[in-house]
């Protein structure tokens, strides 16, 4: 028997759409993460309790996208997001890495009778993120890992639905 609790921080976004053209649809959104109001991450495992300082930072993303309709049963999509990083250079670790991240997708929707299938692919392109030592002033020593991480994500999504 134990128990989790997770505080998640604030966040607001604002998004708008338009039809610049007949068959187009164009959106762009800005978020905010207010992650700056979470700077322990503190487990308890019955009885294990382990407590560790994140010093994490707001983040701010902005995401656009295209939706164009080809035809009566077929819509493609367009997206792109940058989204800042929560997790301060000087406490990064291998398990954590956290960078500036690029994010690509592509999708296509098929809609037929009352059935619609939509796939989708999203890439988030690799950014280099650098560590060197830095302890804290208050430390003997660093508290992340000296290295340089890169990691490579892709999804691959797939859905479909009837609609009655």
Known sequence: DFGLDITWPQSAGLGVTVYPLR???ATVQ????????????AIDLGGLSVARQMRYMDTYTIHA????????????RLGWAIDSNAIPD?????ENQDALKNTVAAGVGVHFWKIFVDG???????SDARVVATPLPTMAAAENETGSYQALIYTLELSAQIRF
């Open 90 to 94: 000087r406490t990064m670790r291998r």
């Open 65 to 76: 996208g295209v939706q164009g309709v080809i035809t009566r049963f077929l819509v493609a």
């Open 23 to 25: 068959r187009l649809l």
């Open 120 to 126: 989708a692919f999203e890439l988030i392109l690799p």
């Open 30 to 41: 800005a978020d905010w993460t207010g992650w700056s109001s979470i700077q322990k991450l």
